[in-house]
């Protein structure tokens, strides 16, 4: 039996759980192994005597687990008496293998060489991801969650938590997101990520104790900012109003959205690492539910959870056409499915910001969910 | 009276107009002098005796003089019986101040001190790109246009032409362009200028004589071209295809997608400068007909050329809203107005690749102007 480390940091509602210690190391998608393997994650509630109340929050590209409480990505839906009623259900939400918030990832050390991994870290997968926290999952002895919920690249991980793991699954939200990347989504991951790599500080990825890639990979975020936002929204919030305290030079930031822009990215680099920018962006670049040729009404066959699809309408990044591609796979495959499509301006952004409708969307589908099984009442 | 200098290449069909020495040189909107300035230019066909059967072509971003003939950017669009005939029409296509392909721009000597600009250079408005244009359209002893034509770019000068010169122009075709540029279209320059300058080889913009920052320059030509193709255009053109010769590098270019935009992105290396690329860019950014609070219904009146709008349906990033708000501007002066939005999947690219349609649309149009002024009869 492998050793599992299982913490609680009670201070800071930051939990951590250790798993996959040599040699029971998790097999990844692309073959390699890597292990011992560390989930960051945050729960908010109470998990029932019978472990049948609880909701997995997955997170977006750049999130982690802190979705609920103060400064929560998504703390206006996920809360007592809120949307996600922690009140009535025990909510967790994982950080992803890869990234750089309390997970395993390339800024951890490598066992093999006492350093930091880099880019010696393994190409991981949205399915990689999914298989880490199902090890939570069944840590916390959780038969069956009530739902799976995440936008974008959480969306992904819901649409792979519906393939791989149908029975462990009452229920799920996809938002925002999509059945595979497609070229441009996957194009403008690649030029992040030229950036990044075109960043001299980069060194191949190791450059863990010295100076970090910051100009590279502020670039990159500021690529992200202008796609997960819309054209209307842009000019609602900006216009061509020009910076007040404009510096005295030729190419400053002159406009506000320029402002906005340099803003978002310096701010991204304290936060976050480059290498997990690389690996992350790759993981959402390999995503394809429909690969090997699987055909739409095969990818959820035999899935009995019940599916709320949610999409915005000024979503560029993530289009409704690919929501309702999602709906379609699941509607050819008999599956229980509720589509909605949210007129707002926001871009994809939305999935963030436009709280308020997916408080009414989701509480209402929750409650159907949990009517259904008996399993949200306490 | 100031020296102007008129070469003529024969062999290339590359020309160059030299005026604008000390003290005569062009007054610049944001009030710095420049010159002495060159232009190059290309011309095709034969201006007749009355000087009236001239149309001028004007360049997007990234484009030249070579509009028309082998490799010509609009080769379908000029030439003997085609759109523009160049049997009837005598066609001149300029080049831009601050770019890189025979014109004055930061890579050219400054005459102050006997080294290339850099970003000594003076900051360049639409504007003054049309000035130094309308100084070749004098020494040609033009007096009055048939046309001045352009898409992107190339219809903001247009655009300039029928705000500036309203009385040089018979007839103006804007083609997928826009009266002012919004804050997203200012953000994504604004990112591709960051990704130049965070190059270390762009040296504050003195980098002539070393290496250029080739990698910023290549990023911010990917993003360029995201923006210049539709997401039906890359899913048709490239779809998840993996490349045959990927190279054993974890983040190397695996998706057909990412091996085109590294192409294109280090193609563009050889050919263009940077510094002209942030130069031109920023004049890009700070056109804006509407500004001084200028009513919509002003920004033409009294302008008694015809005027042919063309936009593309796929276009984002230069979308019909965007178009049909240059007609409604014109509509509102009472400007006679055509207007026609072509259903391509081409996305920003339709500009340069549905020549056939317009061609008809085109053809059609300056027949009228022809007819009307019996000008383009020889």
């Not at 010696?120 to 090890?135: E, H, L, W």
Request: with cysteine; aromatic share 10%; glycine share 10%.
């Amino acid at each position: 039996m492998e050793e599992q480390k299982f913490t609680i940091n009670k201070d800071e509602n930051s939990q951590t759980f250790t798993f996959g210690n040599p040699p029971a190391e998790l097999i990844l998608d692309l073959g390699e192994k890597l292990g011992p393997i560390t989930l960051a994650y945050e729960t908010w509630g109470k998990l029932n005597e019978q472990n049948s109340n609880a909701i997995l929050i997955v997170h977006a590209l750049s999130g982690d687990s802190h979705a609920a409480g103060a400064d929560g990505w998504w703390e206006n839906l996920i809360g007592p008496g809120k949307g996600i009623d922690t009140d009535k259900y025990f909510v967790i939400c994982s950080n992803v293998i890869g990234g750089c918030r309390g997970s395993t990832g390339p800024s951890s050390m490598n066992p093999k060489t006492g350093e930091p991994y880099g880019t010696d870290f393994p190409i991981i997968t949205i399915g990689d991801m999914v298989n880490a926290q199902k090890r939570l999952i069944d840590r916390f002895g959780i038969e069956k969650l009530v739902s799976v919920i995440g936008g974008s690249m959480g969306g992904m991980q819901v649409l792979q938590w519906m393939v791989a793991y149908p029975d462990t699954i009452r229920s799920a939200i996809p938002i925002a997101t999509t059945l595979k990347h497609t070229p441009q989504q996957i194009a403008f991951n690649e030029v992040s990520r030229q950036a990044i790599m075109a960043d001299p500080d980069w060194k191949n990825g190791h450059y863990y104790g010295s100076a970090v890639p910051a100009k590279g990979l502020a670039v990159a975020r500021m690529i992200g900012h202008i796609t997960y936002m819309s054209d209307a929204s842009m000019a609602e919030k900006f216009g061509r109003r020009l910076r007040p305290d404009k510096e005295p030079f030729k190419f400053s930031a002159e406009f506000e959205v320029e402002g906005y822009l340099h803003y978002r990215g310096d701010n991204f680099v304290k936060r976050f690492d480059a290498n997990s920018y690389l690996y992350i962006t790759k993981a959402i670049d390999y995503f394809n539910l429909l690969n090997g040729n699987k055909k739409l009404a095969s990818i959820f066959a035999g899935l009995k959870a019940k599916v709320l699809v949610i999409s915005f309408k000024s979503d560029w990044l993530y289009p409704t056409y690919q929501s309702q591609e999602i709906v379609k796979a699941c509607k050819l495959s008999g599956v229980d499915t509720t589509y909605c499509e949210i007129n707002s301006t926001y871009g994809h952004d939305s999935f963030l910001l436009e709280t308020e409708q997916e408080t009414q969307l989701i509480k209402h589908f929750l409650n159907t969910v949990s009517n259904g099984h008996n399993g949200g009442k306490q």
